[in-house]
């Protein structure tokens, strides 16, 4: 059974952008490698991430990101059981907006987020939008 979850959660203080690069570099890995889709964006100090995968197999993982001390205040949007679509062949795509990000990229990861379950897209789409407004507008 395929399942999703998405959270929003704040950086630990102590956190480097080297060190949260890190976070996304071994997330991307790993979940490539598991067959787990989906986005995971940084911004001014808060995480939101969409994980689609095996249902067990997103289970335990969540349970490690819930404990990991990197970030804190984790509110999960949804966790559920979603059906098989021809969008589950997505990789992982991982979004840094530090100030390292390129305004223009934007639509770019509006376009790829058409690329997750039809089901979960459009709430998707809607937190997307309220975490990149502030950096629309600058
Ligand atoms: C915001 C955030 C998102 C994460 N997302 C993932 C992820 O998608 N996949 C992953 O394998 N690890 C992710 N991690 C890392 C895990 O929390 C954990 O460190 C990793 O699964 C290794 O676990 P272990 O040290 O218990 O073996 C994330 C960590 C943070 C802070």
Known sequence: MRYAISYVSSVSHTLSNDQIQEVLDY???WNIEHNITGIL???EGNFFQVLEGDKDLLQSLFSRISMDERH????TLFRKEVSETKFNTYKSDFISLDSRFQ???IALYFSQIEKLNPEIQSSVRYILNKFTEGIKLS
């Open 27 to 29: 997330s991307r890995n």
């Open 41 to 43: 964006l940084y911004s």
């Open 72 to 75: 804190r205040n984790l509110i």
């Open 103 to 105: 305004g223009k990229n």
